[in-house]
């Protein structure tokens, strides 16, 4: 049972490249979101997702973007990486109307942008 | 919006003391669900304990249990009998399950 899957682990980017960081999940969960971790400030919504074809923003967007052509995967692309995007991201899902159904999170990704 | 605070940046105790950390937030609706998460330095993100809004008894997992007060906007988490394992930064997060928002986390460190 592999849960939530992110790839890569570590990733360092120059200035303006562009990357996809690949998000998958096998647990039919319909819910699925991306987050990004920063010294002293937690976690923060990035895009969210309710079911293919179905995305939304979060409290910090920009420079990012998403979609969810399947049940299984949500990428979260970074279209000119930025040093302020330099985080680490964590992907996680979790069943909807479930009551408090909780979030299962990926093991997250660190980004380095220089 | 939504709102999480934890007040306490990074806190120390030793092997087998009790310890609390502290989350406050602020919410508008009335049914709600509030958590703790647990990252080791692993860096994965594990749940600990929930509460969900509409029940007035404190939620319980072994070694772990929660003061939630609900007029007070405040949801504790203590520690009893702490171990080494202990050792992570802690999150509060409030939500409808799904779209959480998360405090800043404490960082805590049991020692031997």
């Known amino acids: 049972n592999a849960g939530v899957t992110q790839t890569p682990k570590f990733q360092v980017l120059k200035t303006g490249q562009s990357m996809t960081l690949q998000c998958a999940q096998d647990?039919?969960?319909?819910?699925m979101s991306w987050y990004r971790q920063d010294p002293g400030m937690g976690l923060r919504l990035i895009h969210y997702s309710v079911g293919a074809g179905i995305t939304d923003q979060g409290e910090v967007p920009n420079g990012y973007n998403v979609s969810r052509s399947t049940t299984e995967d949500f990428p979260l692309r970074l279209l000119s990486a930025a040093p302020s995007q330099t985080s680490v991201y964590f992907c996680?899902?979790?069943?909807?109307?479930?009551?408090?159904?909780?979030?299962?999170f990926g093991n997250g990704t660190r980004l380095t942008v220089t | 919006a939504q709102t999480v605070t934890q007040s306490q940046p990074e806190m120390s105790v030793q092997e087998a003391e009790t310890v609390t950390l502290s989350c406050t937030y602020d919410?508008?609706?009335?049914?709600?669900?509030l958590f703790w998460y647990k990252q080791p330095p692993s860096r994965q993100m594990i749940l600990v304990i929930r509460?969900?809004?509409?029940?007035?008894q404190n939620a319980t997992e072994n070694r772990f249990s929660v003061n939630f007060q609900k007029a007070a906007k405040s949801f504790s988490l203590k520690i009893s009998d702490s171990q080494l394992g202990d050792t992570a930064m802690y999150f509060c997060a409030l939500g409808g399950a799904q779209k959480l928002v998360f405090g800043q986390g404490t960082r805590l460190t049991i020692n031997p």
């Open positions: 509460q969900e809004a509409y029940k007035q």
């Open positions: 996680a899902s979790s069943y909807i109307g479930r009551g408090s159904s909780p979030l299962h």
């Open positions: 919410t508008s609706e009335s049914n709600y669900y």
């Open positions: 647990m039919n969960h319909e819910y």
